[in-house]
């Protein structure tokens, strides 16, 4: 006969608690790619590896790609990052 294991619905509320807590202070806005601002020029915390070079990269592609207007690529990120600032405080429901 098998024999169900018990756990206590206390113990695996304070499971998910604890899984939750950790997950939050390890993720979160502007850890895969930038959201609101750069990433910082030293990203070693990062818990999804080195999202920075990955990053660095594409901008570089981005510049690449347009040549002389590469330029572009950076004011539009600029202005990217901006908006995202920007954007959650001018919507009022």
Sequence with gaps: ????????????????LLVRA???AEYGVDVSF???YPF????????????????DEFMGGCRHH???KGYRCDEYEHDRL????????SMVV
């Design 40 to 55: 910082p020029e030293n990203d070693q915390g990062n818990p999804l590896g080195d999202r920075k070079k990955l990053y």
């Design 1 to 16: 006969r098998d024999m169900m294991l018990y756990t206590p619905p206390h113990c695996i509320l304070a499971l998910l």
């Design 82 to 89: 901006e908006m995202s600032r920007r954007q959650p405080q």
């Design 22 to 24: 950790t997950l939050s």
């Design 34 to 36: 930038p959201v609101h």
């Design 66 to 68: 347009y040549g002389t």
